[in-house]
């Protein structure tokens, strides 16, 4: 059976190119042009889902984006992608799809006894049951639940294609290229404007595609082939097709997802984007997205070859395919004549099921003269077949539209097409914070009170269905934009002829009666088919209460589909109305959130992935360092060497714990040396700097003399220490401030938000050059005849001494020499500018053999500061110390009635007694390494809970004191050095603890002067 | 109050549905409540249920200016966790667990409470310092807590990439942690507290107070003025609009926050993960839609939308940790206004305005202390004293400087 | 992602920029001076405002200086920047937040016209 | 790349993006301006004694418009902020310029401080400078709203980058030392779509 329901003489397809696709197995060919669901009518496959609750038989409802039902698994492996809407798939060759949500097969699906007892699942069921016993709801009842739900598989492998993102500007952005969107772009486009028209299908022309209108007295589509062609002489214009535009947010910013490989399938150029994702700030946007046909909510509503009528005439007309033989049309209005009379002509044997009861207008009397059986006044109240639609019944209904008032008529059908009017599309226009207006005529949402940034709407979008009154709609919108943004006169273009749009009214009627009262017996008036949601629903949500319309969504889950209700929530609101007895208005609407259709998790990251994800940011020395064999350790951005494993010649590498033992033995025996490059340095100039240094460290800074470093802390307002460093004096009116790493960017901010807002009179000017130097940093006792060996700067502690720093040159390259110490050894930090760095590294590295030297990264740095008792930020504080529970009254001077940060020491908490504050810490067993986390106790329980005094910052095995040591923040901690406690551990050990003080290692610091 | 059950829904279908009550009344406002609570979200229902059922006080008013559980409730990303740094929060947050635990009994009401675990990934030696201090911390308090080895971590997510920009270097494990159904715990407390009496009233929105001699004595509503004994307010991210009717400034900002879901999918991921490294974390509904957020736009705003580019921000750790998701679609996405303090710790006081309480600045994580909240809340305006679990909350901290500083230990310098 | 006007560099992308938190608290001359409770609501208490906000921005990524503005809580629409030191502009009595200063300059000049 | 220094004997110097070839797409190209010269500027420009010391150095006034800039001679001077600029020199030329500055400036309110090793600078170039650029740039690059000369700090992605149009299809982006790694394979990534099959 092959495409046996193409037509031979419609359709816009290229059938020079036949495609071959798969479908749940079995291989199926299409034509080019086709999207997924066109090729699977034509060969007359119509079952192709299972719906969520039920598991009922579903199949193609629509032709584009709005689609609930026909959701696949699109493709295998690496590239199978969920809840694929058929509709919107263009065909490419090598096509595999297969359904979802059902098992074994969609033919059978055992899941769909859930029929059988569907009067046990109304709507909100599981918050009644399932709640006993309790203990059972997330091992058993939970995980039926979600193995139930769910819909499609997600891939299980990574996504071996490629995504872009592009930040676009436009003057105009035009959503939409039906005719009315056309009109807009030509009209901006030829005021010389930045114009943008997108279009979510794989071709622009919208309705005109499934349509043999007019234009000129020319088919439409010639006129369309013609403004694109001048559209894309434009310069300043660009056309996306296959391009969705999802989002509006404020400012105009737009974001789209371009589909720019999906219609050739995984055969695409590799170096090719698969998906675009535009992020648009236009100046001026017209809407002109169409609108959106509603279906009747009436009797089974939901079996295969049950379709809006709109979609079987664009499969008809645009695809080539009448996807049945018996075709009944369900309408309420004129529309869906179009379907009835082109189906009629293709070859159908076709009825018309009207509700109205005395139907005019043009449409009605031409299927007439073509005598097409036209059932006035009537309903379909009844449908049959398991696998697919096989008839239906039709009878006479009552004025009020609530009971039926005739015998029921059986007519045999394999295609039921149904129209309840149409629903403007008004999604970004709400997004957009603009209004909706129910225009009481029409039966539908049109756009109203504009959001902020003044979007305009144009085509049937705004209710407007005539073509002519479209073209101007769209002509006049498009100049204006263009003039608002600043192009043209405003000047509009002369809409072509066409013939007018002549329709009688249409016949509301919400909920379609049926043989039995709602919700008795077993026919389900479906209104949301994806997430199986009927009319008798609703009701139960009224009665029970859930009247606002987030709660009826929310109770009933209507709308929360992945369609997000397109073809659902106005006929779920109506009714919903109409149990209330209330206007539609007054019901409201739910706030329509982006995106407009789903996108992809891919296009929404674009290029932000990877190795781009976020950026590895390293020092000048970094090659040096991959050399040398350095094990990496994420700090912030950066990549710095943690340590320097060692392989022996029998190729056995050491350890972490093996590397950082040697280093720090090493490191105090000859000499090391660490890369500091990522420290944060800011020079600071002007006449008020020390002032300003005064201000922003606890300590004094106009004492310190030019040539001269002090370390400072740095607190917040809440008296707290939020960063440290060194800083250097280069003359009366400039410093070389440092911070730590992570602390950087932090620092800088913090100075130039004090400088330039509140102390604006302030002579000083703050410039980061963290890496404008690169640092290394020699200690060690051999640290000074080391340097000697690469300068020839006096290095004798009289002329250079401790907290000293002097300029020349080292190993031939200019460089400042700070003479400070983070390690309590002879140190040397060389800062060159950052060219020079990696010379400069080597050339250490390559003196340094003679004086023992040893690279050491962050982990030995810790373990050799920890033995000197110098905190580091953010380890052994956590933004709720102060200097003072650091013992470190000594930095904050007595001299200064203010600094920031001060006045907090004042407060009741911050002054009182018994504050956690930092001590050492030395474990009864002298080799065992207290966790860092662990918790100090007074008195051991034999569980928890137990009352903690604080928790260990900082703990390393020190070779060089021969032990372990460890930094803690315990309650009154420095009152009670050489108190003993208890520091419970989570595997039940217990060890017994000393506080002592912090400094384990030289504590008279005879060793800094080497 | 019918009682719901499998057996009720047998019962009911035999009848087609059409007999089952309504969930809560919807009474006009009576001229005096002995207690009004502002805001009717969890928060506040809870705590008027609580009033009723444990306090002897069903004289009680919950008025909302929208509808129940539209504020933060129904726009949060469902976690529940009671893993917090500091002893005060371990049993605020802890004693809501214990709550969430018995709560679909409780109610009658399934609020689905689902202890799948919650899993913080650690990225980094400051991340693994974070973590072994929060998970001892918890551990002393008597709350489970459990550290995962990057093995153990994998084999409880098979689907995450360890070896990602930040290498997983080991986990913090809370198996009673998990996630609930938000909008059932909002209906589930409102019914249960309407069969109490408690008159639950929307789409009432408070316009002002009357306060006499620096007591308040009612409430002005766009439904008329309704006198109060005493009044609890639990507006959330509006409580700042609320304390200037009252006369006072609170030490809050409300900040968007925005969350996102995907299409629904068969179950793939089982536990809650969060990121503290890279700000992303992820659970899976029981309808199949991974449930995504991540950290807060930086400015104030009341708008409830947030910038997209916060959205991209959240998409890219996504997929870092979890590369196959890059073909999975975002559904949906949603801004909430939270109402946060500076030391990311909620305000249960006392106000210069006599009888009148305030309960807010949950920030990120109000939806997990719902029941705890309340319950607590609803004592301490009972007794007209703080609850001692609500004590260490109240506003005063801001000026003694005794904060309760969730945020320092997680995000500082290195 | 809304806009945000930069006194020099004019309006720009919010990404752009880093927010300062609510504009004109100035640091209590005399802190010694002041109780527990003041100084606390210097640091912490923010007026939160629901509506108008006159606010501190940062142009970080690229003049990197600071300014205040004026923004509409309820909408993120940014009326207008001004600079540090200068007065607050003043938003038409009726300003609903859905409008910018540069807006209604357009409109006055259409008006004029 | 690495190359011995022209001023001091022996030593090798080294740019964040050594050993990187330029990239070579269908429309665009991406090259490194090594050791370019660069150096921040700070002062009052409203003050005649800064304005004039300034001039007496760089032979011209400086650009008070914002996103503006000069050439002069060898020399390009960005308008940075209202009270910042930056200088462009030929490399090396900047140890010369900062010593003249600061001798210009002594005792007026000034900030002069070497940042040619803080960043370094790639240029783009061709017909799609402008397509690859907007795959991360927040700035409009349009000829009609980014005109040649014109310069303005702004984001890439998780970069702060500078950036400025030369002439007509020629982007000169500058980005600090430890992004430009970042920066180069972001570029390089997005002009594959382009690159030689």
């Given at each position: 059976m092959?495409?046996?329901?193409?037509?031979?003489?419609k359709?816009?397809?290229?059938?020079?190119?036949?495609l071959?696709?798969?479908?749940?197995?079995q291989s199926?060919?299409?034509?080019?042009?086709?999207t997924?669901?066109?090729a699977?009518?034509?060969?007359?496959?119509?079952?192709?889902g299972?719906?969520?609750k039920y598991?009922?038989?579903?199949?193609i409802?629509?032709?584009g984006?709005?689609?609930?039902n026909?959701?696949?698994?699109?493709?295998?492996?690496?590239r199978?992608?969920?809840?694929?809407?058929?509709?919107?798939?263009?065909?490419?060759d090598?096509?595999?799809?297969?359904?979802?949500?059902?098992?074994?097969?969609?033919?059978?699906?055992?899941?769909?006894?859930?029929?059988k007892?569907?009067?046990l699942?109304?709507?909100?069921?599981y918050y009644k049951?399932?709640?006993?016993p309790?203990?059972?709801?997330?091992p058993?009842y939970?995980?039926?639940?979600r193995?139930?739900?769910?819909?499609?598989?997600s891939?299980?492998?990574?996504?071996?294609?490629?995504?872009a993102?592009?930040?676009?500007f436009?003057?105009?952005l035009?959503v939409?290229?039906?005719p009315?969107?056309?009109?807009?772009?030509?009209?901006?486009?030829?005021?010389g404007?930045r114009?943008?028209?997108?279009?979510e299908?794989q071709?622009?022309?919208?309705?005109?595609l499934?349509d043999d209108?007019?234009?000129?007295?020319?088919?439409a589509?010639?006129?369309?082939?013609?403004?694109l062609?001048?559209?894309?002489?434009?310069?300043?214009?660009?056309i996306?097709?296959?391009?969705?535009?999802?989002?509006?947010?404020d400012?105009?910013?737009?974001t789209a997802?371009?589909?720019?490989?999906?219609?050739l399938?995984?055969?695409?150029d590799?170096?090719?984007?698969?998906?675009?994702f535009?992020?648009?700030?236009?100046?001026?946007?017209?809407?002109?997205?169409?609108?959106?046909e509603?279906?009747?909510?009436?009797?089974?509503?939901?079996?295969?070859?049950?379709?809006?009528?709109?979609?079987?005439?664009?499969y008809?007309?645009?695809?080539?395919?009448?996807?049945?033989r018996?075709?009944?049309?369900?309408?309420?209005?004129?529309s869906?004549?179009k379907?009835?009379?082109d189906?009629?002509?293709?070859?159908?044997?076709v009825?018309?099921?009207?509700l109205r009861?005395?139907?005019t207008?043009?449409?009605?009397?031409q299927?007439?003269?073509?005598?097409?059986r036209?059932h006035?006044?009537?309903?379909?109240?009844?449908t049959?077949?398991?696998?697919a639609?096989?008839?239906?019944?039709?009878?006479?209904?009552?004025?009020?539209?609530?009971?039926l008032?005739s015998?029921?008529?059986?007519?045999?059908?394999?295609?039921l097409?149904?129209?309840n009017?149409w629903?403007?599309s008004?999604h970004?226009w709400s997004q957009?914070r603009?209004k909706?207006?129910?225009?009481a005529?029409?039966n539908?949402f049109?756009?109203?009170?504009?959001?902020?940034?003044?979007?305009?709407?144009?085509?049937?979008?705004?209710?407007t269905?005539d073509?002519?009154?479209?073209?101007?709609?769209g002509?006049a919108?498009g100049?204006?934009?263009?003039?608002?943004?600043?192009?043209g006169?405003?000047?509009v273009?002369k809409?072509?002829?066409?013939?007018?749009?002549?329709?009688?009214?249409?016949?509301?009627?919400?909920?379609i009666?049926?043989?039995?009262?709602?919700?008795?017996?077993k026919?389900k008036?479906?209104?949301d088919?994806?997430?199986?949601?009927?009319a008798?629903?609703?009701?139960?949500?009224?009665?029970?209460g859930?009247?606002?319309?987030?709660?009826?969504?929310r109770y009933t889950?209507?709308?929360?589909?992945?369609?997000?209700?397109?073809?659902?929530?106005?006929?779920?609101?109506?009714?919903?109305?109409?149990i209330?007895n209330?206007?539609?208005?007054?019901?409201?609407?739910?706030?329509?959130?982006?995106?407009?259709?789903?996108i992809?998790?891919g296009a929404?990251t674009?290029?932000?992935?990877?190795?781009?994800?976020?950026?590895?940011?390293t020092?000048?020395?970094?090659?040096?360092?991959?050399?040398?064999?350095?094990?990496?350790?994420?700090v912030g951005?950066?990549?710095?060497?943690?340590?320097?494993?060692?392989t022996?010649?029998?190729?056995?590498?050491?350890?972490?714990?093996e590397?950082?033992?040697?280093?720090?033995?090493?490191?105090?025996?000859t000499?090391?040396?660490?890369?500091?490059?990522?420290?944060?340095?800011?020079?600071?100039?002007?006449?008020?700097a020390?002032?300003?240094?005064?201000?922003?460290y606890?300590?004094?800074?106009?004492?310190?003399?030019p040539?001269?470093?002090?370390?400072?802390l740095?607190?917040?307002?809440?008296?707290?220490?939020f960063?440290?460093?060194?800083?250097?004096?280069?003359?009366?009116?400039?410093?070389h401030?440092?911070?730590?790493?992570?602390?950087?960017?932090?620092?800088?901010?913090?100075?130039?938000n004090w400088?330039?807002?509140e102390?604006?009179q302030?002579?000083?000017?703050?410039?980061?050059?963290?890496?404008?130097w690169?640092?290394?940093t020699?200690?060690?006792?051999?640290?000074?005849?080391?340097?000697?060996?690469?300068?020839?700067?006096?290095?004798?502690?009289?002329?250079f001494?401790?907290?000293?720093?002097?300029?020349?040159?080292?190993a031939?390259?200019?460089?400042r020499v700070?003479?400070?110490?983070?390690t309590?050894d002879l140190?040397y930090?060389?800062?060159?500018?950052?060219?020079?760095?990696l010379?400069?590294?080597?050339a250490?590295?390559?003196?340094?053999?003679?004086h023992?030297?040893?690279?050491?990264g962050?982990?030995?740095?810790?373990?050799?500061r920890a033995?000197?008792?110098f905190?580091?930020v953010?380890?052994?504080?956590?933004g709720?110390?102060?200097?003072?529970d650091l013992?470190?009254d000594?930095?904050v001077?007595?001299?200064k009635?203010?600094?920031?940060?001060?006045?907090?020491?004042?407060?009741?908490?911050?002054?009182?007694?018994?504050?956690k504050?930092?001590?050492g810490?030395?474990?009864?067993n002298?080799?065992f390494?207290?966790p860092?986390?662990?918790?100090?106790?007074?008195?051991?329980?034999?569980?928890p809970?137990?009352?903690t005094?604080?928790h260990v910052?900082?703990?390393?095995?020190?070779?060089?004191?021969?032990?372990?040591?460890?930094?803690?923040?315990?309650?009154?901690?420095?009152?009670r050095?050489?108190?003993?406690?208890?520091?419970p551990?989570?595997?039940?050990?217990?060890?017994?603890?000393?506080?002592?003080?912090?400094?384990?290692f030289?504590?008279?610091g005879?060793?800094?002067n080497? | 109050?019918?009682k719901?059950s499998?057996?009720?829904?047998?019962?009911?279908a035999?009848?087609?549905?059409?007999?089952?009550?309504r969930?809560w009344r919807s009474?006009?406002?009576?001229?005096?409540?002995?207690?009004v609570?502002?805001?009717?979200g969890?928060?506040?229902?809870?705590?008027?249920?609580?009033?009723?059922k444990e306090?002897?006080?069903?004289?009680?008013?919950?008025i909302e200016k929208?509808?129940?559980?539209?504020g933060n409730?129904?726009?949060?990303?469902?976690?529940?966790?009671?893993n917090?740094?500091w002893?005060?929060?371990?049993?605020?947050?802890d004693?809501?667990?214990?709550?969430?635990?018995?709560?679909?009994?409780e109610l009658?009401?399934?609020?689905?409470?689902s202890?799948?675990?919650?899993?913080?990934?650690?990225h980094?030696?400051?991340?693994?310092?974070?973590?072994?201090?929060r998970?001892?911390?918890?551990?002393?308090?008597?709350?489970d807590?459990e550290?995962?080895?990057?093995?153990?971590?994998?084999?409880?997510?098979?689907i995450i990439n360890l070896?990602c920009?930040?290498p997983?270097m080991?986990?913090?494990l809370?198996r009673?942690?998990?996630?609930?159904r938000?909008?059932?715990?909002?209906?589930g407390?409102?019914?249960?507290?309407d069969?109490?009496?408690?008159?639950?009233?929307?789409?009432?929105e408070?316009?002002g107070?009357k306060?006499?001699?620096?007591v308040?004595?009612?409430?002005?509503?766009?439904?008329?003025?309704i006198?109060?004994?005493?009044?609890?307010?639990?507006?959330?991210g509006?409580?700042?609009?609320?304390?200037?009717m009252?006369?006072?400034r609170m030490p809050?900002?409300s900040?968007?926050l925005?969350?996102?879901?995907?299409e629904?999918?068969?179950p793939?991921?089982d536990?809650?993960i969060m990121s503290?490294?890279?700000?992303?974390?992820?659970s899976?509904?029981?309808?199949?839609?991974?449930?995504?957020?991540?950290?807060?736009d930086?400015?104030?705003?009341y708008?409830q939308?947030?910038s997209?580019?916060q959205?991209?921000?959240?998409v890219g750790?996504?997929?870092?940790?979890?590369?196959?998701?890059?073909?999975?679609?975002?559904?949906?996405q949603?801004?909430?206004i939270?109402?946060?303090?500076?030391?990311?710790?909620?305000?249960m006081t006392?106000?210069?305005?006599?009888n009148?309480f305030?309960?807010?600045?949950?920030?990120?994580?109000?939806?997990?202390a719902?029941?705890?909240?309340?319950?607590?809340f609803?004592h301490?305006?009972?007794?007209?004293?703080?609850h001692p679990?609500?004590?260490?909350?109240?506003?005063?901290?801001?000026?003694?400087?005794a904060l309760?500083?969730?945020a320092?230990a997680?995000?500082?310098a290195? | 992602?809304?806009?945000?006007?930069c006194?020099w560099?004019?309006?720009?992308?919010?990404?752009?920029?880093?927010?300062?938190?609510e504009?004109h608290?100035?640091?209590?001359l005399?802190?010694?001076?002041i109780?527990?409770?003041?100084?606390?609501d210097?640091?912490?208490?923010?007026?939160?405002?629901?509506?108008?906000?006159?606010?501190?921005?940062?142009?970080?990524?690229?003049?990197?200086?600071?300014?205040?503005?004026?923004?509409?809580t309820?909408?993120?629409?940014?009326?207008d920047?001004?600079?540090?030191g200068?007065d607050?502009p003043?938003?038409?009595?009726?300003?609903?937040?859905?409008?910018c200063?540069?807006?209604?300059?357009?409109?006055?000049?259409g008006?004029?016209? | 790349?690495?190359?011995a220094?022209?001023?001091?004997p022996?030593?090798?110097?080294?740019?964040?993006?050594?050993?990187?070839?330029?990239?070579?797409?269908d429309?665009?190209?991406?090259?490194?301006?090594?050791?370019?010269?660069?150096?921040?500027?700070?002062?009052?420009a409203?003050?005649?004694?800064?304005?004039?010391?300034?001039?007496?150095?760089?032979?011209?006034?400086?650009?008070?418009?914002?996103?503006s800039?000069l050439?002069?001679?060898?020399?390009?001077?960005?308008?940075k902020?209202?009270?910042?600029?930056?200088?462009?020199?030929?490399?090396?030329?900047?140890?010369?310029?900062?010593?003249?500055?600061?001798?210009?400036?002594?005792?007026?309110?000034?900030?002069?401080?070497?940042?040619?090793?803080y960043?370094?600078?790639?240029?783009?170039?061709?017909?799609?400078s402008?397509?690859?650029?907007?795959?991360?740039c927040?700035?409009?690059?349009?000829?009609?709203?980014?005109?040649p000369?014109?310069?303005t700090g702004?984001g890439?992605?998780?970069?702060?980058?500078?950036?400025?149009?030369a002439?007509?299809d020629t982007?000169?982006?500058?980005?600090?030392?430890?992004?430009?790694?970042y920066?180069?394979a972001?570029?390089?990534?997005?002009?594959r779509?382009?690159?030689p099959?």
């Amino acid at each position: 059976m092959s495409q046996s329901y193409r037509l031979s003489d419609k359709g816009r397809l290229d059938r020079s190119q036949k495609l071959t696709f798969t479908y749940d197995g079995q291989s199926y060919t299409g034509y080019r042009g086709d999207t997924l669901a066109s090729a699977l009518l034509a060969n007359g496959v119509k079952l192709v889902g299972r719906s969520f609750k039920y598991h009922r038989p579903r199949g193609i409802m629509s032709a584009g984006s709005e689609e609930p039902n026909a959701l696949v698994q699109l493709e295998t492996g690496p590239r199978t992608e969920p809840n694929t809407r058929a509709t919107v798939v263009d065909l490419y060759d090598g096509l595999t799809a297969a359904s979802q949500n059902c098992w074994p097969s969609v033919k059978f699906d055992v899941q769909s006894v859930n029929q059988k007892i569907a009067k046990l699942f109304p709507a909100g069921f599981y918050y009644k049951t399932f709640m006993f016993p309790a203990s059972w709801w997330t091992p058993v009842y939970e995980k039926i639940i979600r193995r139930a739900a769910g819909l499609g598989k997600s891939p299980m492998e990574r996504d071996p294609d490629s995504y872009a993102q592009k930040f676009a500007f436009c003057d105009v952005l035009v959503v939409g290229g039906g005719p009315a969107g056309i009109a807009a772009a030509l009209a901006a486009g030829r005021t010389g404007a930045r114009v943008i028209l997108a279009d979510e299908q794989q071709e622009m022309g919208g309705a005109l595609l499934s349509d043999d209108a007019l234009i000129d007295g020319q088919p439409a589509l010639d006129w369309v082939a013609k403004s694109l062609a001048e559209l894309a002489r434009l310069e300043e214009v660009t056309i996306l097709p296959r391009t969705t535009v999802s989002g509006y947010y404020d400012y105009n910013y737009l974001t789209a997802l371009e589909r720019v490989t999906d219609h050739l399938g995984p055969q695409a150029d590799d170096r090719i984007p698969r998906q675009r994702f535009w992020k648009i700030r236009a100046k001026k946007v017209v809407l002109a997205q169409g609108a959106i046909e509603r279906p009747l909510v009436f009797a089974d509503n939901d079996r295969p070859g049950i379709m809006l009528a709109a979609a079987l005439r664009t499969y008809i007309n645009r695809y080539g395919v009448l996807p049945g033989r018996q075709v009944v049309v369900f309408t309420n209005n004129d529309s869906a004549y179009k379907t009835a009379i082109d189906a009629h002509t293709a070859g159908a044997v076709v009825d018309i099921v009207d509700l109205r009861v005395d139907p005019t207008g043009p449409l009605v009397k031409q299927a007439e003269a073509l005598m097409i059986r036209i059932h006035k006044g009537s309903a379909v109240v009844a449908t049959f077949g398991k696998h697919a639609v096989t008839g239906c019944e039709i009878a006479k209904i009552s004025a009020d539209g609530k009971s039926l008032t005739s015998d029921t008529t059986f007519i045999g059908c394999d295609i039921l097409a149904n129209s309840n009017g149409w629903n403007p599309s008004v999604h970004l226009w709400s997004q957009a914070r603009g209004k909706l207006t129910w225009d009481a005529e029409k039966n539908c949402f049109i756009p109203g009170h504009a959001g902020p940034w003044l979007p305009v709407a144009a085509g049937s979008g705004t209710g407007t269905y005539d073509l002519g009154n479209c073209l101007s709609q769209g002509f006049a919108q498009g100049a204006a934009a263009a003039q608002a943004a600043g192009f043209g006169s405003g000047e509009v273009p002369k809409t072509p002829e066409t013939e007018p749009l002549v329709e009688g009214p249409e016949r509301m009627v919400w909920t379609i009666p049926g043989k039995k009262p709602l919700g008795h017996g077993k026919a389900k008036h479906f209104h949301d088919h994806q997430n199986d949601v009927v009319a008798s629903d609703i009701h139960l949500a009224a009665r029970e209460g859930y009247l606002s319309v987030e709660h009826l969504k929310r109770y009933t889950t209507t709308g929360m589909g992945t369609d997000q209700g397109k073809t659902s929530n106005v006929n779920a609101l109506a009714i919903m109305a109409e149990i209330r007895n209330a206007a539609i208005p007054e019901v409201g609407t739910t706030t329509f959130r982006p995106p407009y259709t789903p996108i992809t998790f891919g296009a929404v990251t674009g290029q932000n992935r990877n190795h781009l994800f976020i950026q590895e940011r390293t020092s000048a020395m970094h090659p040096a360092h991959v050399e040398n064999g350095a094990v990496f350790e994420d700090v912030g951005d950066w990549k710095r060497p943690w340590y320097f494993p060692k392989t022996s010649k029998s190729g056995v590498t050491e350890t972490m714990d093996e590397a950082v033992l040697r280093e720090c033995r090493q490191v105090r025996e000859t000499v090391g040396m660490l890369d500091a490059s990522t420290l944060g340095k800011i020079d600071i100039q002007g006449k008020d700097a020390a002032e300003f240094l005064n201000w922003v460290y606890t300590n004094k800074w106009d004492t310190l003399k030019p040539g001269r470093a002090r370390y400072g802390l740095m607190l917040n307002e809440h008296g707290m220490v939020f960063d440290d460093g060194v800083t250097t004096r280069l003359a009366d009116d400039h410093f070389h401030m440092t911070t730590t790493t992570g602390g950087a960017a932090r620092v800088l901010g913090w100075l130039e938000n004090w400088s330039q807002t509140e102390w604006p009179q302030m002579e000083v000017y703050m410039t980061s050059v963290t890496e404008q130097w690169a640092v290394c940093t020699i200690t060690g006792p051999n640290a000074r005849a080391l340097l000697a060996d690469v300068t020839s700067m006096p290095l004798d502690p009289e002329t250079f001494p401790f907290m000293a720093m002097q300029e020349g040159t080292v190993a031939g390259a200019p460089a400042r020499v700070y003479r400070i110490s983070f390690t309590g050894d002879l140190a040397y930090e060389i800062n060159v500018p950052a060219r020079y760095g990696l010379h400069v590294w080597r050339a250490l590295q390559d003196a340094g053999k003679s004086h023992g030297l040893c690279l050491y990264g962050t982990e030995t740095m810790h373990v050799l500061r920890a033995e000197k008792g110098f905190i580091i930020v953010g380890q052994d504080t956590d933004g709720t110390v102060t200097p003072m529970d650091l013992d470190m009254d000594w930095i904050v001077s007595k001299k200064k009635d203010d600094f920031l940060g001060r006045r907090s020491f004042y407060r009741t908490d911050t002054k009182r007694e018994g504050r956690k504050q930092l001590v050492g810490l030395l474990t009864d067993n002298p080799n065992f390494v207290l966790p860092e986390g662990a918790h100090i106790v007074e008195d051991v329980k034999p569980k928890p809970p137990m009352k903690t005094l604080g928790h260990v910052t900082s703990s390393y095995y020190s070779p060089n004191v021969g032990r372990s040591i460890a930094l803690a923040l315990v309650a009154d901690g420095i009152k009670r050095k050489g108190d003993t406690l208890s520091v419970p551990l989570m595997n039940g050990h217990v060890e017994k603890v000393t506080l002592t003080d912090t400094v384990f290692f030289d504590k008279e610091g005879a060793r800094s002067n080497g | 109050m019918k009682k719901y059950s499998i057996f009720a829904i047998a019962r009911n279908a035999r009848t087609h549905h059409e007999n089952w009550e309504r969930a809560w009344r919807s009474p006009d406002p009576k001229p005096h409540y002995d207690v009004v609570i502002i805001g009717g979200g969890g928060h506040g229902l809870a705590t008027a249920y609580y009033l009723a059922k444990e306090c002897g006080i069903t004289n009680v008013a919950v008025i909302e200016k929208g509808w129940l559980g539209g504020g933060n409730t129904g726009r949060n990303t469902t976690i529940v966790r009671s893993n917090y740094l500091w002893d005060e929060s371990a049993a605020l947050y802890d004693h809501a667990v214990r709550l969430w635990e018995g709560l679909s009994d409780e109610l009658n009401y399934n609020v689905m409470f689902s202890q799948r675990g919650l899993l913080h990934l650690a990225h980094n030696v400051h991340d693994m310092q974070e973590i072994g201090r929060r998970g001892n911390s918890i551990y002393m308090n008597g709350i489970d807590s459990e550290f995962l080895s990057p093995e153990q971590v994998k084999e409880m997510v098979p689907i995450i990439n360890l070896n990602c920009r930040y290498p997983v270097m080991g986990g913090l494990l809370q198996r009673r942690g998990g996630t609930a159904r938000h909008d059932a715990v909002a209906w589930g407390y409102a019914r249960a507290a309407d069969a109490m009496g408690v008159d639950i009233i929307q789409n009432c929105e408070v316009t002002g107070f009357k306060i006499e001699g620096g007591v308040v004595k009612g409430v002005e509503t766009t439904r008329g003025s309704i006198g109060a004994g005493k009044v609890g307010v639990v507006a959330a991210g509006h409580s700042s609009v609320v304390a200037e009717m009252a006369g006072f400034r609170m030490p809050l900002e409300s900040f968007p926050l925005q969350a996102f879901v995907s299409e629904p999918m068969k179950p793939i991921v089982d536990c809650v993960i969060m990121s503290n490294a890279i700000h992303a974390y992820i659970s899976q509904s029981d309808k199949g839609e991974l449930v995504i957020g991540g950290s807060g736009d930086p400015y104030i705003s009341y708008s409830q939308r947030g910038s997209f580019d916060q959205i991209e921000h959240v998409v890219g750790p996504v997929l870092e940790l979890y590369p196959i998701f890059s073909r999975v679609r975002m559904l949906r996405q949603w801004g909430g206004i939270t109402d946060v303090t500076v030391d990311r710790s909620p305000i249960m006081t006392k106000t210069p305005v006599e009888n009148m309480f305030f309960n807010c600045g949950w920030g990120t994580g109000g939806f997990k202390a719902t029941p705890g909240s309340g319950h607590v809340f609803a004592h301490s305006i009972a007794k007209g004293e703080m609850h001692p679990v609500a004590a260490p909350f109240s506003m005063d901290r801001f000026h003694t400087g005794a904060l309760i500083d969730e945020a320092a230990a997680a995000a500082v310098a290195h | 992602m809304f806009l945000v006007k930069c006194p020099w560099c004019g309006w720009r992308d919010q990404t752009e920029f880093s927010y300062g938190g609510e504009a004109h608290i100035a640091r209590p001359l005399e802190p010694g001076q002041i109780s527990d409770q003041e100084w606390g609501d210097y640091i912490y208490t923010r007026t939160n405002t629901k509506g108008i906000h006159a606010e501190r921005w940062v142009h970080t990524q690229a003049c990197g200086r600071w300014f205040n503005a004026l923004r509409h809580t309820v909408t993120d629409v940014m009326w207008d920047s001004y600079k540090m030191g200068e007065d607050a502009p003043t938003p038409p009595k009726d300003w609903d937040g859905l409008t910018c200063c540069d807006d209604h300059k357009k409109l006055a000049e259409g008006a004029k016209k | 790349m690495a190359k011995a220094s022209s001023l001091y004997p022996g030593v090798t110097i080294e740019t964040p993006l050594s050993g990187k070839d330029p990239i070579q797409a269908d429309g665009v190209t991406i090259t490194e301006l090594p050791f370019l010269g660069k150096v921040t500027l700070r002062g009052n420009a409203a003050d005649p004694a800064f304005a004039a010391a300034v001039k007496s150095v760089l032979g011209a006034d400086l650009p008070t418009q914002p996103l503006s800039s000069l050439r002069v001679g060898n020399i390009r001077v960005f308008w940075k902020a209202f009270d910042e600029w930056l200088i462009w020199t030929n490399e090396d030329a900047q140890i010369q310029l900062i010593t003249d500055l600061n001798a210009a400036l002594s005792g007026i309110r000034k900030s002069v401080v070497d940042v040619s090793d803080y960043y370094t600078v790639l240029r783009v170039d061709g017909a799609r400078s402008r397509d690859l650029l907007a795959k991360g740039c927040v700035v409009d690059l349009h000829p009609r709203s980014f005109k040649p000369g014109q310069a303005t700090g702004t984001g890439f992605h998780h970069a702060t980058i500078f950036i400025t149009l030369a002439d007509a299809d020629t982007f000169d982006v500058m980005i600090r030392w430890s992004f430009a790694d970042y920066l180069w394979a972001y570029l390089a990534d997005g002009a594959r779509e382009w690159a030689p099959a």
